[in-house]
């Protein structure tokens, strides 16, 4: 069964930090970019930030950079996304995707191009 299970949101004063997880099984997990989506409460979904497995590149949408960061710990199937600074506008759903899509930046900017969804996750940033 293929599974992306994402966990590490929650409540967080504007100005903290988040490390969501996700916990890929279920398929090869290094064949995908893995990434991350969010919708914020009345918007659409939009791409946050893809990783390749197979040559380590990343993309991160340009609103994003210097805040938010992905890593991937190939060895235990787990990508990462590490949340500074954060905004009450970073309040949404997030949800962990992948995609066989070979570059970072077609994950993130092409929703069509995502395989797989995780659940989603809450995150809320308080003023």
């Known amino acids: 069964e293929v599974q992306l299970v994402e966990s590490g949101g929650g409540l967080v004063q504007a100005g903290g930090s988040l490390r969501l997880s996700c916990a890929a099984s279920?398929?090869?997990?290094?064949?995908?970019?893995i990434g991350w989506f969010r919708q914020a409460p009345g918007k659409e979904r939009e791409g946050v930030s893809c990783?390749?497995?197979?040559?380590?590149?990343?993309y991160t949408a340009e609103s994003r950079m210097g805040r938010f960061t992905i890593s991937s710990d190939n060895a235990k199937n787990t990508v990462y996304l590490q949340m500074n600074d954060l905004k009450p506008a970073d309040t949404g759903v997030y949800y962990c995707?992948?995609?066989?899509?070979?570059?970072?930046?077609?994950?993130?900017?092409?929703?069509?191009?995502?395989?797989?969804w995780g659940q989603g996750i809450q995150v809320t940033v308080s003023s």
């Open positions: 995707v992948a995609s066989l899509a070979e570059k970072p930046v077609v994950c993130v900017t092409v929703p069509s191009s995502i395989d797989y």
């Open positions: 279920g398929f090869a997990f290094e064949d995908y970019t």
């Open positions: 990783i390749s497995n197979d040559d380590g590149t990343i």
